[in-house]
């Protein structure tokens, strides 16, 4: 953020320019890559092998004169792509809403007024201000710069940081890596050099997840397991003499009855909405594969202020050589004062105290606001606690002299110096972390004048920080000196005095760390600050940090050393970004599943290489959130604590629907098998088992996956990246399923076909539809009884139950679904034993969960 003496033409384009140039020139954007529509939506239900061959079977059937049949499979199709349709369209619409809240934004002048507008809006001739870490949003030319670096390697390839000064071209996508400048806008969207060469996909990838491969293959080899069953039904059909149409028909039903294959579309569909539901508790993830990430997290590495922290500060005391003064007041409300032994202070009082108020207010590039009733602050709020403590001290804030030149702060120097012009000659004012500006100053200033700085007199400077460290301060020293000419010189300085700020912890935090840790995650504190402050947040916020390591001794450590050191509760303080992206490192070798947070241009390695790189919408910068794979809208630790849990809800909801779904293929094929050795007529018509298939059993499924987070999920202990979806314990309640509803299929069938096929067939395929939506309860946890779970929790499933028990019953009174399906009328004896034999699968599951006996096993 700059200052506002800085800008020459402080008023930037006026309402009336931005009408007239937006007409000209339109929008700073760039033609998306894709943007589905939504009939490419719409055909892509139609584009499944095993749909294609649908069609081509409907085409057959009709062409054979065999109505009836086609047109079933026609509207089976139709159906199953219409419902396809709805949950990808509203998955598609989720991630789009998303991506829009990802857009980055561009500060300007307007007007005469600094505001953050979204990038597109700008315009040719729009003032815009840089800093550390934006993305520069368009193309322009620099009026004013301090220390300007500018990272082009997206344009040339070159990855070494250039410096820019007044008058050089500035280019859309680069970015800045250090420094600040005014510019303004020259080239916009297309006409910009980046537009020329490079085309912007959409900030949201859609590279499959791990969980998408994963079930890929899987439908995969279910794919050819379901050719060889259905070529094996197929030549038993073609034994009995059935005609060809008919076997032709039974192979492809048998291979649809089979093949899970909407199940990678299913998952896709359940992570965009879990994406979504995160998004409304103010967590972006740019990627789905972060959704499904997130819930194998285990260990959140955060930083401090503004995560743990309100990141208000607010300075309390200030010490000096000889004295030690309290500050009052609250917040960023300047009313409040300065004081020594009680006794108030106004500037001209104490030369001592005002030369750090005069260095706290030069070295800065906060502003302070009034908004109704609340001030606010603008820019760094360490450096708009130091303004405000001026304005306490009543100094002089607007007869400033200029500033001429500045050594920018960096999370790695953690200082900042800036050459003031006076009117008797430069004067180099810097403020920073204690140690870092201790050790550049010689002198001391006292109430008589700079005198030598001794050993004893630095020890002393240093212990007085390390106590207000202890008490949670954040604690910055002030050093000022005479410039010899136009450069600054950080040495031999003479040390002013030190604040100490408070940043009071952020209350809902405590209860998350908790959270985490019931559920098995571990939170190391990173911070750049003092290693006491580390440890009173840490304290205080009850992360159990038993030993707070500092990037001093951290480099000191070997690979074996560190690995040792993470085993236990340690935190890290007064680390530069390159620690954090070792730790992260350290932390995945020992197999962790690590989510870090960052918001410096430093830290996107870190973010990058970490499992979760985690941004802050307010505080981070556009580096940083480009690196991240989620962002926080809140800057909040408590929300990578809930998107955590929206993760474990999400996988263990796939988990469920991918059980459920494989069960009841599993009975649709056990019960074809058994008919087809038995010699029976055929139990199941294949316009039924497409009927199964496609239209019940899918909506049941995208019901479970709405379940609510048992409340365990969040008890148990992160789940290995090594954990698959579908475990040997899941395969066994599987096939118990698969084999208890597919007998129960061929009972019923068997029993009645002393009342003819027709009545046989339909109670069998009816059957087969009930047991497949009763068992859906059981699905809802395998290990908390549903007793336990309320019915209430998940009210869409008990819509899709009574929907698709609706449908069946339809399929056997309504006429055109009789014809369509080939049913007949049940009565209540056949309706009484499809009850019957549903009652175990409702209550059996219930008595193990009961016993615990799922537990731990397929949980
Ligand atoms: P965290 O990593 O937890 O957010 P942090 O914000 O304190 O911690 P840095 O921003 O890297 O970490 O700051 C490190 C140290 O640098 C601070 O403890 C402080 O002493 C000093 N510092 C912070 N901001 C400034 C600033 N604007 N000017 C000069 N020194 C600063």
Redo the contacts with the bound molecule.
Sequence with gaps: MAEPHMIQDPQGLTGAEIHRLRAEHGWNELPRGKRVSAAVVLLRQFTGVLVLMLIVAGLIALALGERVDALAIGAVVVLNGVLGFTQEWRAEQAMRALQAMLSPHATVIRDGQERVIPARELLPGDLILLAEGDRVPADAETLREVGLQIDESVLTGESVPVSKITAEPLFSGTTVTSGHAEARVTAIGTETEFGRVALLTGSVEDTPTTLQRELGILARQLGWVAIGVAVLVAAMGVWRGLETLQVFMLGLSMAVAMVPEGLPAVVTVTLALGAAAMARQNALVRNLQAVETLGAASVICT??????TENQMTVREIWTRDAAYEVTGSGYDPAGHVAQGGHKLRWGDDPVLDRACHVGLV??HARLSREGETWVAHG?P??AALIVLAHKAWAPTDARAPVIAELP?T?DR???SVLELGEGGGTVLT????ELVIGICDRVLTAHGPAPLTDEGADAAREAAHRMAERGF????LASREASGEMIEESRMVLVGLVGMIDPPRMEVAGAIRAARGAGIRTL??????PA??RNVADQLGIGAKRIVTGAELAKMDDAALAETLSQPVGFA??SPADKLRIVGALQALGETVAMTG??VNDAPALRKADIGVAMAIRGTEVAKDAADLILLDDNYATIVGAIREGRRQFDNTRKFVRYLLSSNAGEVVALIVNTIMLAPLIFLPTQILWMNLITDGVTAVALGLEPSEKAQMRDPPRASTDRVLSLGSVTVIMAFGLYTGAAAVLLFEMLRPLGVDVARTAAFTGMVVFEKVSVFAFRSLRTPNWRLGLSGNPVLLLAFAAMISLQVAAVYWAPLQTLLQTVPLGWNEWGMIAALSLPLLIVPEILKSLGLFRGRAA
Excluded: N
């Design positions: 930083d401090k202020t503004g995560t743990l070295c800065s760094d360490t450096e702060f999370s953690k200082r900042m403020k920073g972390a204690p954040r604690v910055i020293a504190i990173i911070t750049g600050d003092h402050t580390a007064r680390v918001d410096g």
